[in-house]
């Protein structure tokens, strides 16, 4: 086994007219440097990124899926992706990284994992809170003040630290 897959399955929220991210983290479990591609059954759908990189021996690496805001809803999904990881050499970057690595016909090793779909539907509560002050539970207590979900993928660099804006310091 080249990479360690988490999570599994791809949890989206679905809210119809809005779109869903979630996270996935690749852990190369080999001595050696693995590249990776990541391909969809509905690529229109999707936004992978990035969909193809290098991760270092012993290392890990997340790539981010989006599903595209849809006109309809339907909690049915057939949707799948496939994950492909095959070791290449020391020095191999991203922009070496071709289709044909990843084909039957190159004679190497290819661990193909799937992973399916799931969509859950959003919680019962408005999607965004309207601005006139109106009392809503967020989380299970009562807030006066408009509340404005927001996901901490927007706060996270591609390697995965954190990014905060700097501590004030007073002279």
């Known amino acids: 086994q080249l990479l360690e897959i988490h999570p599994r399955e791809l949890k989206f929220i679905f809210e119809v007219k809005?779109?869903?991210?979630?996270?996935?983290?690749?852990?190369?479990?080999?001595?050696?440097?693995?590249?990776?591609?990541?391909?969809?059954?509905?690529?229109?759908?999707?936004?992978?990124?990035?969909?193809?990189?290098?991760?270092?021996?012993?290392?890990?690496?997340?790539?981010?899926?989006?599903?595209?805001?849809?006109?309809?809803?339907?909690?049915?999904?057939?949707?799948?992706?496939?994950?492909?990881?095959?070791?290449?050499p020391y020095g191999t970057t991203e922009e070496d990284i071709t289709?044909?690595?990843?084909?039957?016909?190159?004679?190497?090793?290819?661990?193909?994992?799937?992973?399916?779909?799931?969509?859950?539907s959003a919680p019962n509560s408005p999607a965004v809170a309207p601005a006139d002050g109106v009392l809503l539970p967020v989380n299970g207590v009562m807030k006066q003040e408009p509340s404005y979900e927001t996901s901490k993928l927007d706060d996270k660099l591609q390697n995965g630290v954190e990014n905060h804006p700097p501590e004030a310091v007073i002279a």
């Open 99 to 120: 289709s044909r690595m990843f084909s039957r016909e190159s004679r190497k090793y290819v661990e193909e994992t799937k992973l399916r779909v799931v969509l859950t």
């Open 18 to 88: 809005k779109q869903s991210s979630c996270v996935v983290h690749l852990t190369n479990l080999a001595d050696q440097y693995v590249a990776f591609k990541v391909k969809t059954t509905s690529p229109n759908k999707y936004c992978v990124r990035p969909n193809v990189g290098i991760i270092k021996p012993k290392a890990t690496s997340d790539f981010t899926v989006t599903m595209q805001a849809q006109r309809t809803a339907s909690l049915e999904c057939k949707d799948k992706f496939l994950i492909q990881g095959t070791v290449v």
